[in-house]
């Protein structure tokens, strides 16, 4: 049974001292502490409540994958903002820089009629973005981006090869291929490659600064 070792890394991961999860639990801190050192459990009626303080089911208290079940949590914000994760089971895939069979891209369908107004939105991805439409909004995305067109702000990580952009500002690892690049700002770690750029202003910033 995990409850104990569970309990203190999703109270570790809140910033929550044993006397704070105590006090609001009802409880004293020893209770908590004896929960953590696996020497007691805690209460079956006391289960929901703990839940409840570490916003997760009461399956997860007891699961082996605890870190897993909390990991989402940090991709969860209250805004309008699109997010787009992959998991292998209750786990999040960390993608990296390089494409790989366990590291796949997130390829997106996005609306076909994007450039209609009422269309644009706010998108984040956590990996690699491969779309054949275009993106009528701003664009975070934690690695590479391959598609025909953003209208909108854009963020990488990693490249960006997109056919055309419109943007107020873009900040990036590489422009790799852009045909049509109008920009306000642009803050790229390497290089712009465009064959039409129109922009106010190109700074090159080190990865060390980013």
């Avoid at 054949?132 to 590479?144: A, K, L, P, T």
């Avoid at 943007?167 to 390497?190: P, S």
């Amino acid at each position: 049974m995990n409850i104990g070792n569970n309990i203190k890394q999703l109270r570790q991961k809140k910033n929550l001292t044993q006397d704070q999860v105590a006090e609001k639990l009802g409880i004293s801190y020893q209770a908590v502490s004896k929960w953590e050192n696996n020497a007691n459990t805690p209460d079956i009626s006391l289960l929901p409540q703990i839940a409840n303080l570490f916003d997760v089911s009461i399956d997860a208290l007891f699961s082996e994958n605890i870190t897993d079940y909390s990991d989402l949590n940090h991709y969860m914000k209250d805004d309008d903002v699109i997010r787009i994760v992959q998991m292998r089971g209750t786990k999040v895939l960390k993608v990296s820089s390089i494409i790989t069979r366990d590291e796949p891209p997130i390829e997106i369908a996005f609306p076909r009629n994007c450039n209609d107004k009422t269309q644009y939105f706010k998108v984040e991805v956590y990996g690699h973005v491969i779309s054949d439409s275009s993106i009528n909004g701003d664009v975070v995305c934690h690695q590479n981006i391959e598609t025909a067109m953003i209208n909108g702000d854009v963020k990488s990580e990693g490249n960006i090869n997109v056919k055309e952009i419109n943007a107020q500002k873009i900040i990036c690892n590489n422009i790799t291929e852009c045909y049509q690049l109008q920009a306000h700002t642009i803050e790229c770690a390497g290089t712009v490659a465009s064959a039409n750029l129109t922009c106010n202003q190109i700074t090159y910033k080190t990865t060390e600064s980013n």
